[in-house]
């Protein structure tokens, strides 16, 4: 597993931008595929976004496809969540995740073994 901490959630309009950071440690961070989850009150954990290990591959929750942007730098350890064109219906807690690399993208929650905290974010209409 790695240990993984979010940053940069917090409140904006409808129509604002937020970007979320991930910084990973205990593991070589380029052998992880990372990825984004969200989970809204009263509702399910859901799937966001996800990023291969080097970045080459992406997959996106048909919800946030053109709005939301995965990206990583391995020599930082960091991966991102750029958020633009923010939705009410984008408020959630967001956790980073990451899963050893196995050669493709996953889009369930029980294929990451490695969860952060979490990180509110707030849209307000």
């Known amino acids: 597993q790695v240990q993984l901490v979010e940053s940069g959630g917090g409140l904006v309009q409808a129509g604002g931008s937020l970007r979320l950071s991930c910084a990973a440690s205990?593991?070589?961070?380029?052998?992880?595929?990372m990825g984004w989850f969200r989970q809204a009150p009263g509702k399910e954990r859901e799937f966001v976004c996800a990023i291969s290990r080097t970045g080459g591959s992406t997959d996106y929750a048909d919800s946030v496809k053109g709005r939301f942007t995965i990206s990583r730098d391995n020599p930082k350890n960091t991966v991102y969540l750029q958020m633009n064109s923010l939705k009410p219906e984008d408020t959630a807690v967001y956790y980073c995740v990451a899963d050893f690399w196995r050669g493709r993208l996953a889009q369930m929650a029980s294929e990451y073994d490695s969860w952060g905290q979490g990180t509110q974010v707030t849209v307000s209409s």
């Open positions: 205990g593991r070589p961070f380029s052998t992880y595929a």
